[in-house]
């Protein structure tokens, strides 16, 4: 199972045609308790780097930005409801979306773990 | 269930009381229910003359249901507000270091003028020859804006400092698209509030966020690079928000103006340059001016406030309805986009602007003075600059040298104390002091901006700077637990702001089972 | 200086513990060409008796509505406002303390605020309502910009019986964030086919009820059209106190409700300030602008407030937010507040009948003057004449023989002849017989 990771602390994760994305384990720590998201409706196509999501905690709101381009094909309903799921669970239960990729190339240009792990050490330097 | 366990969550307590008390008040403490949850049908606190008889004539349309409002007696309705005011932690009670914000002390004589019924009962579409008093008092406002900025013109109507600023990007793209220039881009440093973007995106631009330079200041060199021919405007607040003074001003506006651009300044920190500094020498083109931070009409727990614009030549004409003029039969207002009025950005607000904020306003201008307002100033940054030194060596001053109204500190002081500037702020309650703004602005890590203004005395700073030196020299010997927890004294602890978020209650509803127990 | 502790001694002190030799090197970032270096050429500062004298004698100028008949509404309505309003408003906890981002020490403000909005809420027949605007006609603007967030489409119609301070406030926000407006001509009578504008880009219907020339409407079947049109219902109340009496807009199916809250515990001000409200359905909320008042509990599980959502705020959110306010109406919504809870169920629709009575007491009797027609059907407290002589003459005649008889409807349109004999005429609680006898008589010399 392939995952990759952005700058902007998403995850991508890819499952036959379409790829899982969420936010990093990092990214959920930094914003805290999440009190709501924000997803985007099915159908919807999205270009990479731009927005594709919204998330908040109590004091702080940030865009959750498509990894790759595509359309969205699955939301988490269940992260809307209860937004905690993505604190408790940020790389599995926590998962935002689905996209069927336009440009499958894009996928493998993200960073690996290894990258993204570098990438988190850096930033918090 | 009686009207005071109501007032309790009835969830059990995370952790005790300080002392537990039967009725759950705390001495001068007192626990007070919501106005719904004291009702009694039928009970009013007005007594009203008895109705005529007539025909109702409300077109078939009255009311089918009850509303669901409470009634409550006079003397239940004094004693819950003034039980409710006894929460709060007011400028008449304490020194209200609040950064940016300007929590001075409120003359009373403000409010006795507002309340004279010559301005206060007097409506604004009266006939002009019946509210000449009223107009003349605006007129006398506005000259006195003008003379302290040097500025020739100034809109009166907004509301509130981010509707000055609303005025003052409207009118900017006015006089723009008057030139066929559409322009995309409104610049706006890292520092500044968080009104300049939204007021910005509000008039349709787009936000380009310009960094600040090691001394807390524009970087120069960052703002050139950023303009362009579609910048439309910069937006620099000035005293800035780290408490310093703009000393490359002049160059700023020049590479703002050589661009084709306007120079907006947020005057939110006017008090500590008014009387001192003339903003039109400093090449800005419009300025609001918050009446209830510089000329201390109150705050009121947030607002009403007034937020004139005084405006540059160039964008005068395009200045909001109404204004007053002064002709051979008197005062009266231009309402209308008649001739003298035909480039107006039009209407901002209803009538003519906040009255009642004017009154005050200038009641406080004509107290101080041409000579008080000067010293104002002087004495906003003395007591600025003073807490700056005191506390130098033991808090962290974020940038070198001197600060103007206000001084910033970051939370370097903190560093492995495992306090952070939330803790630090919340003890500071408990020693009986509002905190300082925290976490704003945000070029620097854990910001704590400390305003303290010209109405404290230096025994009243002395014994501040007392307390803060006391609780950094804690935060160092290790106490975080007793950090973490603060506030401990206060008729609340800390809330919990993300299960308020996570399942919003915004309005009391009538619960079937308190309602049952009650009666 | 009264207002300043600084003793001369106290700065000499404090100069020289900063280390400078004199007031002038803390402003030395100052650019040598803005500092002013001698006074201003402003009077010099006064001591309050000196100050209320010439106040004062400004205020004397006016003729203030306490003194004479008086029937002037369009937005802006005299009530009788109980004394424990002005008492409780002025006590310093309330009146000097800031914008409450500290809830453990302001959980007085609030609280009140959390009433406010359930007030709010109720009145208007709402799920939820913010903590002010600044007024109702910014409240207006507001809507429309909302109802475009929501609907994502950019055309609003406006009513032609909207306030036109409000229309005008809608025109110029829309100008500058690239809004569409669909206005229909001011004026009273007939019907306005507002449903045929809505189109596929329409975000919004704004309607006024009563209307701004004083109809009372049943708004029920616009909603329907709106609503089967992917559009929402604006309406928008500017004398709030009707609602003791009529059918809320919450009842008629609007989504938002802006409305002028000025008749609660808040006097005329000459125009300002007054406090803007607004409300809508539970939906929409993440949408709203301005603060809202959320409840919690504490770290020991006791109920208590706190700001919340904030993240649709400026000062979070910067140019994504939901709006640009900050400072908003707090103290006029604690007024509000106080007045209302003063009123309670029974005094609020006691005084809204009582309005309306008097009101319609008026408005028999000024119709029976010869060259008076009284063109409503059904009204709250203010209603519109049609005068057989231009309406701004005989109000300024009026005026002269010491009635404030109401306002000419060309003060707002003067470019509109076909509306230049209208005069707008509101009656509140605060009238008398009298009043209404004295303006019935010099009416009828003035139509002579």
Redesign the interface.
Known sequence: MSVRYTRDHEWVRQEGDVVVVGITDYAQSQL??I??VELPEIGRTVEQGKEAAVV????AASEVYAPVSGEVVAVNEAIADD??RVNADATGEGWFLKLRLTEPQQFEALMDEAAYQTFVAQEQH | MNEWSQ???G???????PVATIS?NRGLQIE?P???EQDS??????D??P??????????????G???????S?PQ??R??????????????GL?P?GS?T?K???R?N???A?????????????A??????L??ID?LAH?LK??TGMPAVALSP?????G??CG??TI?AALEARGDRRRRILVPQSA???N????????YA?EAIPANANGRVDLAALKAALGNDVAALMLTNPNTCG????E??EIAQAVHAAGAFFYCDGANFNA?V?????A??GIDALHI?L?KTFST?????????GPVVLAAELAPYA??PWVVHGESGFHLV??R?AEAART?????????????F?RA??Y????????L???A??A???A??L???LADVLSVAFPG?C?HEVLFDDRFLKDTGVTTLDF??AL?DEGY??MTMY?PLVVHGALLVEPT?????A?LDQFIAVLRGLAARAAAGAAEAFH?A?HL?????????????K?????RPEPMHRQAAE | ??????TDA??S???A????GS?D???????A????EA????????G?MA??R??????????????VP?F?G???Y?HHV?A?V???????????????Y????????L??L??F???V???TGM???N??L?????ACAEAV?MAGRVTRRNKAVLSGRL?P??R??C???A????GNLAMQEAGPGGSEDLAALIDSETSCVVVQNPDFFG????YSELAETCHQAGALLVVVVAEILS??????PG?MGADIVAA?GQSFGN?????????GLFATREKF?RQMPG????????????????L????R?????????T??????????A?AFT?H????????????A??N???A??A??RLASVDGVTLL?????NEFTLRLARPAVAC??EL??RGV?AG?PVS?FY??RDDLADLLLVAVT?TVSLQDIDALAAALAEVMR
């Not at chain 2, 009387?275 to 903003?279: A, E, F, M, W």
């Not at chain 2, 950005?345 to 904020?357: E, P």
């Not at chain 3, 060409?33 to 002013?36: E, F, G, Q, S, Y």
């Not at chain 3, 705020?313 to 937010?321: D, G, T, V």
Request: glycine share 10%; charged share 20%.
């Open positions: 805290g308790d009190v709501y908040e905690s109590a004091k937004p905690a | 007032a309790l969550s969830k059990p307590a995370a952790d005790a009381a759950g007070e919501l106005l719904f049908p039928g009970r009013s606190g007005v009203l003359p109705v005529p008889l007539g025909k109702s004539r409300l077109a078939g349309l009255e009311r089918r009850p509303i669901g409002l409470p009634g409550l006079e309705i004094v819950h507000f003034t039980r409710l005011s006894q929460k709060n932690y007011a400028i008449d009670s209200y609040l914000c929590m002390h409120n003359p004589l409010e006795k003028m309340r004279l019924p010559g301005f206060a009962d007097v409506h604004p579409m009266q006939p020859a019946t509210v000449q008093g009223a003349e008092l006398t006195w003379s302290l509301a509130a400092g981010a509707h600023e609303l990007i409207m793209r509030h968080g009104t973007p939204a007021t910005a995106a509000a008039c349709g936000v310093l003074f703009e000393n001003i002049l340059i009387g001192r500094v003339r903003p020498a400093l918050n209830h109150p705050h009121g727990g947030g607002g009403p406030g007034s909001p309805l309402e209308h008649e950005i039009g209407r901002l607000k209803g009538f003519h602007g906040q009255m009642g904020m009154v200038l009641t201008m004509m107290s101080h003075g041409a000579d008080g000067r010293q104002v002087e004495d940054v003395l007591n600059n003073y700056r030194v005191r001197i103007m702020a919340k309650i509002h905190p704003f010209e109405t404290e005395s230096k009243s927890a506030p206060t008729p609340r602890r800390r809330l919990d702001e993300t299960a308020a978020a996570r919003p209650v915004l309005r009391w | 200086m009264r207002y300043l502790p600084l106290d700065r002190d404090m100069l513990a900063v280390g400078v007031i090197a803390l402003f030395a970032d100052v650019p060409a803005a500092r002013h006074l201003l050429d402003l009077p010099l500062a006064m309050e100050v209320e010439r106040l004062g004698a400004m205020a004397a100028r006016n003729v203030s509505a306490g003194s008086f002037l369009g937005g802006v005299r109980p424990a002005d008492h409780l408003i002025q006590r310093g906890e309330f009146l000097t303390s800031y914008t409450p500290q809830p453990e020490l302001a959980q007085g403000t609280q009140y959390f009433e909005q359930t007030q809420a109720l009145l799920d939820v309502a903590a002010s600044y007024d109702g006609a910014t910009a306030h301070h409000y005008a406030l025109e110029t926000y100008r500058f964030a690239g109809e009372i409407r049943d609602l003791g009496a009529i059918l809320p009842e002028e006097a005329l001000n000459f125009g300002g300030p007054h406090v909320v603060r809202l008042v959320g409840e919690t509990v504490d770290a020991e599980g006791r109920r208590g407030w706190v919340t959502l904030s993240t705020e400026q000062h979070i959110r910067r140019e994504k937010a709006s640009n306010i900050c400072t908003n109406a707090g103290l006029c604690l106080i209302l809870a003063l009123l309670g169920e029974t005094g609020l629709t006691g005084l009948r009582l309306h009575a008097t319609v007491q408005a028999e409503n059907d059904g009204f709250f109000v300024d005026a002269r404030l306002i003060r003067p470019e609680e």
